[in-house]
């Protein structure tokens, strides 16, 4: 876990969050939260996150603790995230989509208060569920609820161009990015000292040679588009035995079907079960597509942009590494997700997939 700094200003107290509160309808009377007790939690490198324990009066409709999204206030990770509108993004995500997305496992949403002009988010604790671990990986029933997830946040707007075209919405495939290639290169010349031991023979040759080719790579990319989280990996879901909540949406976008789906694939499953179980998973996801009515997306179709899209993790992963902060941990965690990418790019065959430069 991270080292956390709280904000000298110590941001989250009774007044935050019991206008938040307020807001939502659960507390009525001011003196049903006399104090917070607030502990670090989380492995995030866009957010300081946070438990807040609630000293309630008796009896009263608040929960006995929230979780807290605080912007980070200072340093390269903190200008980053503001000029990527991250905290934003993720708010609107909250706010308007997120209550026309059914059956989406995600937590319960509270409301927000601002910081230095960003929003923190006030966030369900989740009782009983555990944070996925990036670094050892997903079990196969991990997975399966990951997978199982995708149909839900992609059919609402599947192929809604108008939808798509909303500023606020990323784009990582099918359209120009500024500086992609530039940034990418660079922060893999900053980073690849300090892994390159940790890397598996042929995954620092796959991701120079895709830095090469990312922006071809990512223009290249056609359609069919719909929702897409673009960070959806493990440590960004909590897990109960059979249940799964969906967590930081700040990456959301507009992109390819696959993105997600390989992504999770390429991040967070070891390379022995990906190997075992992502030919039925894709089909799996394919299937759930067309039960709600997309029957372009067959089979044959989703195991080709799957294998294309098994580079999405480095297009995200390895400018992050580069431009923030990162512990022991977090360059750990990224060597881990880079071996198993080029493992998944060396399976697949997806070098076939990048255009000519």
């Known amino acids: 876990m991270p080292s956390f700094q709280a904000p000298a200003a110590a941001p989250v107290g009774v007044e935050q969050l019991l206008g938040v509160f307020r807001s939502s309808g659960l507390s009525t009377r001011p003196e049903e939260l006399v104090d917070v007790v607030v502990e670090p939690i989380g492995t995030g490198q866009m957010a300081d996150t946070v438990r807040c324990r609630l000293q309630r009066t008796t009896p009263t409709a608040l929960p006995p603790s929230c979780v807290v999204k605080l912007p980070i206030s200072e340093g390269q990770t903190a200008a980053t995230a503001r000029h990527a509108a991250v905290y934003e993004r993720e708010l609107r995500f909250y706010q308007e989509l997120r209550p026309e997305l059914t059956g989406l496992r995600c937590p319960e949403f509270y409301g927000s208060f601002t910081i230095d002009g960003e929003p923190a988010l006030v966030l369900e604790d989740v009782q009983g569920a555990t944070q996925g671990d990036q670094i050892s990986g997903s079990t196969g029933n991990q997975a399966a609820l990951a997978i199982d997830q995708?149909?839900?946040?992609?059919?609402?707007?599947?192929?809604?161009?108008a939808f798509g075209a909303q500023e606020w919405l990323q784009?990582?495939?099918?359209?120009?990015?500024?500086?992609?290639?530039?940034?990418?290169?660079?922060?893999?010349?900053?980073?690849?000292?300090?892994?390159?031991?940790?890397?598996?023979?042929?995954?620092?040759?796959?991701?120079?040679?895709?830095?090469?080719?990312?922006?071809?790579?990512?223009?290249?990319?056609?359609?069919?588009?719909?929702?897409?989280?673009?960070?959806?990996?493990?440590?960004?879901?909590?897990?109960?035995?059979?249940?799964?909540?969906?967590?930081?949406?700040?990456?959301?976008?507009?992109?390819?079907?696959?993105?997600?789906?390989?992504?999770?694939?390429?991040?967070?499953?070891?390379?022995?079960?990906?190997?075992?179980?992502?030919?039925?998973?894709?089909?799996?996801?394919?299937?759930?597509?067309?039960?709600?009515?997309?029957?372009?997306?067959?089979?044959?179709?989703?195991?080709?942009?799957?294998?294309?899209?098994?580079?999405?993790?480095?297009?995200?992963?390895v400018p992050a590494a580069g431009e923030l902060q990162c512990d022991p941990r977090a360059k750990k965690m990224f060597a881990t997700m880079w071996n198993r990418t080029a493992s998944m790019v060396q399976d697949l065959g997806s070098r076939e997939f990048l255009p000519a430069v």
């Open 150 to 161: 995708l149909a839900k946040l992609q059919g609402r707007w599947w192929g809604d161009a």
């Open 171 to 317: 784009r990582r495939a099918g359209a120009p990015i500024a500086d992609r290639q530039r940034r990418y290169l660079a922060a893999w010349e900053k980073t690849k000292d300090s892994v390159i031991d940790e890397l598996i023979p042929g995954a620092a040759e796959i991701i120079e040679e895709y830095g090469q080719h990312c922006d071809a790579w990512s223009q290249a990319y056609r359609g069919p588009f719909t929702l897409a989280h673009h960070d959806y990996r493990l440590d960004n879901m909590l897990y109960s035995e059979d249940d799964i909540w969906v967590l930081d949406w700040q990456t959301l976008g507009w992109g390819p079907p696959a993105w997600d789906l390989a992504y999770f694939m390429g991040s967070s499953v070891p390379a022995e079960e990906r190997r075992r179980t992502e030919r039925f998973l894709v089909e799996r996801h394919a299937k759930q597509l067309r039960e709600i009515g997309i029957d372009s997306w067959t089979d044959a179709t989703a195991w080709e942009c799957y294998r294309q899209m098994a580079y999405s993790t480095l297009l995200l992963t």
